[in-house]
């Protein structure tokens, strides 16, 4: 399943969450990496800083810079054998604020990317980041890749048109291309806006009152490890999986209220939820449900989800108390 070499490893978003992860296990592995980071006046690499500072790989390559830039990807890209397409704007709340900078990062940098990649010759392959929020509300379970896919924030439409971009330079143009489509990524170094954080800070803060939004809401939750793992193996795979898609996760749905219960028996105490409404989305905007069947991808490669929740769960907890993760934000709500 697993018959083609690398080569030369580019990464966008590789100062995120999962980029940082992806990141490291591409240079502990031995492969020649160039890591793309968000340019700013600071010289900030994100969550790559310790990487890079520290350990100085001699295989890692950090560049500052910004996937809005046609003339800079195509520069960058242009020797680069194998690229992993991370850079995203994925904060939900804040793309009802400013939906435009959704589509101008997520559609207009992705398709600079794809046009850089067409004028490179040495690319071959581009592995592109979708999101399970394209499926909005599953309508059937588990969700498969041919579930519709509803546009319910304009964060999920921006990757929905990214990802149709994609299929259509593979279709038209013969990119070689393949979309991965992670299920509910979490782990050390998430934003405090996402779920599992935000609730893990208001604990480790000393407040037993967690202010969340709703708690119906189900996803299936995926340690960053298993979704990097993913991204390694679907890269590593035959032409086979070029022009598809290709879900990850765990099959199986657990609902915030539900998660709460997990975290309280993991810090053995009792917790009371505080519902505020700022923390709600729009009514027609909220995925209700989300639950993968990742059967498409097992089966085209060698991958499987190795952690529980549990053990996920508990990992985050340790490395946000030792890296004191949540003592200047955990009671601020996150847009």
């Not at 890079?52 to 560049?63: D, F, Q, S, T, V």
């Not at 940098?109 to 040495?122: K, Q, R, W, Y």
């Not at 209700?288 to 989800?305: G, M, Q, V, Y």
Request: with cysteine; hydrophobic share 40%; charged share 20%.
């Amino acid at each position: 399943m697993s018959n083609r070499e690398l080569g030369r490893v580019f990464v966008t978003g590789a100062d995120g969450f999962i980029g940082s992860h992806l990141v490291e296990e591409l240079v502990e592995r031995n492969f020649e990496v160039t890591a793309l980071c968000y340019y700013n006046s600071f010289g900030n690499y994100g969550w790559l800083s310790d990487l890079i500072h520290k350990k100085k790989p001699r295989n890692l390559k950090a560049i500052l810079g910004d996937i809005r830039d046609p003339f800079f990807m195509k520069k960058v890209l242009r020797d680069q054998n194998t690229v992993f397409h991370l850079a995203a704007l994925i904060a939900i709340p804040y793309s009802y604020v400013a939906p435009y900078s959704y589509f101008e990062t997520n559609l207009t940098g992705t398709l600079n990317i794809l046009e850089a990649c067409l004028d490179s010759p040495a690319v071959s392959r581009l592995i592109h980041t979708s999101t399970s929020e394209v499926y909005g509300t599953a309508k059937f379970i588990p969700i498969n890749e041919n579930h519709p896919l509803q546009g319910q924030s304009p964060y999920s439409a921006s990757k929905i048109a990214a990802d149709m971009a994609v299929e259509s330079y593979f279709r038209s143009m013969s990119l070689p291309a393949v979309i991965l489509r992670p299920f509910n990524t979490y782990g050390p170094r998430q934003s405090m806006r996402a779920i599992i954080p935000t609730i893990i800070s208001q604990v480790l803060s000393g407040s037993t009152d967690i202010k969340l939004g709703s708690l119906k809401p189900t996803r299936d939750f995926n340690y960053v490890k298993d979704t990097v793992n993913a991204f390694l193996e679907i890269a590593l795979a035959n032409d086979d999986v070029l022009g598809k898609i290709f879900n990850t996760g765990t099959s199986t749905e657990i609902s915030i209220g539900e998660l709460v219960s997990k975290i309280e028996k993991i810090f053995e105490i009792k917790l009371n939820v505080v519902v505020e409404n700022e923390r709600f989305r729009p009514q027609m905007s909220e995925v209700e449900r989300l639950i993968s069947d990742p059967s498409k991808l097992k089966l085209a490669t060698n991958w499987k989800p190795k952690f529980q929740l549990e053990e996920g769960l508990t990992k985050v907890i340790e490395w946000m108390k030792n890296q004191n993760y949540y003592l200047s934000s955990s009671n601020v709500y996150h847009v």
